[in-house]
């Protein structure tokens, strides 16, 4: 069974960092493309950037120069380090496999 886990949220200043990581088991993580995605309070969820197997990245203009996907295949964990943070990033963040698995998300709140 795929599971999904989420960690490395939490409440930080604006213009602070996090590092989230979302580690994968019951999967050949390697051969999937990983998305991370984030829902607002009383908004739809929203594609903030992909990875893909092969390692190829994609942003929403939004985060663009701010925060940065990556993977370690060998660890089976995708990685979203968010930079330069603003209070428009404050959101549940969910990490996503292939086109079917997801995880049960870290809450980012940025906020003086």
């Known amino acids: 069974q795929v599971q999904l886990v989420e960690s490395g949220g939490g409440l930080v200043q604006p213009g602070g960092s996090l590092r989230l990581s979302c580690a994968a088991s019951?999967?050949?993580?390697?051969?999937?493309?990983m998305g991370w995605y984030r829902q607002a309070p009383g908004a739809q969820r929203e594609l903030v950037a992909t990875?893909?197997?092969?390692?190829?990245?994609n942003y929403v203009d939004s985060v663009k120069g701010r925060l940065t996907i990556s993977r370690d295949n060998a660890k089976n964990t995708a990685y979203l380090q968010m930079n330069s943070l603003k209070p428009e990033d404050t959101a549940v963040y969910y990490c996503?496999?292939?086109?079917?698995?997801w995880g049960q998300g870290t809450q980012v709140t940025v906020s003086s």
């Open positions: 990875i893909t197997s092969g390692g190829s990245t």
């Open positions: 996503k496999e292939g086109n079917r698995y």
């Open positions: 019951g999967s050949i993580f390697s051969i999937y493309d």
